[in-house]
């Protein structure tokens, strides 16, 4: 089976900061990667497919890169809308999330 | 609009059965590899089990193999997720996602807004 481990675990940020976020897979996956966001009480949002892919209807200022088995996801500026969950997904391999990161307000 | 439906879910007790129901609508269902996925409370996001559009193929995580069967009907656009043998560590909300065409897995690129599933005494 395939980990997926994205650090880190919490991250305390402003409005503006660039915020980048890590996701490690235990084997190559390839670019077959995606990152989600979660608000409290919410469903899941597809945000970035393929690692680098931007999903229609998601701000510019989120992208995603990488391949093999090393990923970030990146917020160029943090706004207020972003203070949520993030987690990444493999499915190169049937499906698995990491632990997620929840980004909070410093 | 795609829209997904979830119903079913409720309390139960250990060792007991549910089944889930997911309606889709506003696409061509049998084009689509759906998925169940869940979150226990206060925890993150799990994959439980994916049926290829023609219903031909079907995969299981680890954790509900042998006690969870996915199905679905594309007469009725409709997924279903019968769960057996049900475990206090399957208490969560269980969401219906849609898989987007092209992929051999693929991502989720639609949730519907989930069902809580509360197994307990």
């Known amino acids: 089976d395939i980990q997926m481990t994205q650090s880190p675990s919490t991250l305390s940020a402003s409005v503006g900061d660039r915020v980048t976020i890590t996701c490690r897979a235990s084997?190559?996956?390839?670019?077959?990667l995606a990152w989600y966001q979660q608000k409290p009480g919410k469903v899941p949002k597809l945000l970035i497919y393929?690692?680098?892919s931007l999903e229609s209807g998601v701000p510019s200022r989120f992208s995603g890169s990488g391949s093999g088995t090393e990923f970030t996801l990146t917020i160029s500026s943090l706004q207020p809308d972003d203070f949520a969950t993030y987690y990444c997904?493999?499915?190169?391999?049937?499906?698995?999330f990491g632990q997620g990161t929840k980004v909070e307000i410093k | 609009e795609v829209l997904l439906l979830e119903s079913g879910g409720g309390l139960v007790q250990p060792g007991g059965s549910l089944r889930l129901s997911c309606a889709a609508s506003?696409?061509?269902?049998?084009?689509?590899?759906m998925t169940w996925g869940r979150q226990a409370p206060g925890k993150g996001l799990e994959w439980v089990s994916s049926?290829?559009?023609?219903?031909?193929?079907?995969y299981y995580a680890d954790s509900v193999k042998g006690r969870f069967t996915i199905s679905r009907d594309n007469s009725k656009n409709t997924l279903y997720l019968q769960m057996n043998s049900l475990r206090a560590e399957d208490t969560a909300v269980y969401y219906c996602?849609?898989?987007?065409?092209?992929?051999?897995?693929?991502?989720?690129?639609?949730w519907g807004q989930g069902t809580l599933v509360t197994v307990s005494s």
């Open positions: 084997q190559s996956i390839s670019s077959w």
């Open positions: 996602a849609k898989n987007p065409r092209g992929y051999t897995y693929g991502n989720f690129d639609l």
């Open positions: 049926i290829s559009g023609s219903g031909s193929r079907t």
């Open positions: 506003g696409l061509t269902f049998s084009s689509y590899t």
């Open positions: 997904q493999q499915y190169n391999s049937y499906w698995t």
């Open positions: 393929d690692a680098s």
